[in-house]
DNA sequence: CTGCTGTTTAGAATAGTTATAAAATTGATT
DNA sequence: AATCAATTTTATAACTATTCTAAACAGCAG
């Protein structure tokens, strides 16, 4: 997770909009949290989003990192994956697509679009509709 | 989770062979956490089942319960599946299927398996190999 | 019976997360 | 600028599902 110590006011604005565009008010420290978030698309655990925050010369406490991403949640910002009992991964990218978990080395990887099947909305449990579509292709590694 | 006082010799049979055949030695409570649990197709959690297994005149420790849970894991007898951070469910179903979630109300169900699309092992990550493909569809309720 | 191995158990410890309540910040209003 | 209310942050305590520990127990072989 490496840092950026002076993000461009032009990238600043722009995450500015989108906390905006979310319903999500300003501080500093949700500013620093979603610029290290939103600085790409990546699988991340509220403590090592709290240390690459803290990395970057910021200073957040842990419970702003586990408020904001629960906030970030709610406003649509970020989805969950749960993908053992241990740890919750958040995923920066909210775009509907699916994962590759390695059962041996514990990657979570992105799966290509054309890769992901397509559900459709029917046949769902009587008076119910399609909240999201969670699918994990565990893999392990092969014998070598 | 209803109770069945007196399990039928010919049933309890059945169950020591499953255990055998899966490398599980017999115990009295290992048996009666088995008869418990596969007396149907259900997901339940280590303190569910607990209860369930005291209920039937049983008396069986909760550290016992989860260390069966994690041997059955092991052995291939159970299916762990992981729906939210807060707990651990356990799937007494091993064959391939896969669920629907509801997030309203915390059901979670099998899908027929016509529903559940197929997927195909290639273009999987480099150096990998299936292990299995875990697909959870989260409904919610539909407005009335 | 004695020892050996594997199993069960109560209770302590762990770890991720959430709740609490006080201090700090923000933004609006005079 | 000073005031005030609402929101946010923070340290720390509390919570809870699960795992660990270490002692008691059970089954069996010699
Ligand atoms: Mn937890
Ligand atoms: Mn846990
Ligand atoms: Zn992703
Ligand atoms: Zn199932």
Excluded: W
Excluded at 46 to 73: H, I, Q, W
């Amino acid at each position: 997770m490496e840092t950026n110590i002076s993000q461009s006011r032009q990238q600043q604005q722009c995450i500015d909009k989108l906390l905006n565009a979310h319903g999500v008010n300003l501080t500093r420290q949700r500013r620093v949290i979603a610029d290290t978030l939103f600085a790409r698309d990546q699988h991340v655990t509220a403590d090592k989003l709290f240390e690459a925050v803290n990395n970057n010369g910021a200073k957040v406490s842990k419970a702003t990192v586990y408020n904001t991403l629960g906030l970030f949640v709610r406003k649509g910002l970020v989805r969950e994956i749960f993908i053992d009992a241990t740890r919750t991964f958040y995923d920066s990218n909210t775009s509907r697509h699916h994962h590759f978990y390695n059962v041996d080395t514990g990657d979570l990887i992105d799966m290509k679009e054309r890769l992901a099947p397509h559900f459709i909305d029917q046949d769902l449990p009587d008076g119910t509709a399609m909240d999201m579509v969670d699918l994990v292709i565990r893999v392990k590694n092969k014998a070598p």
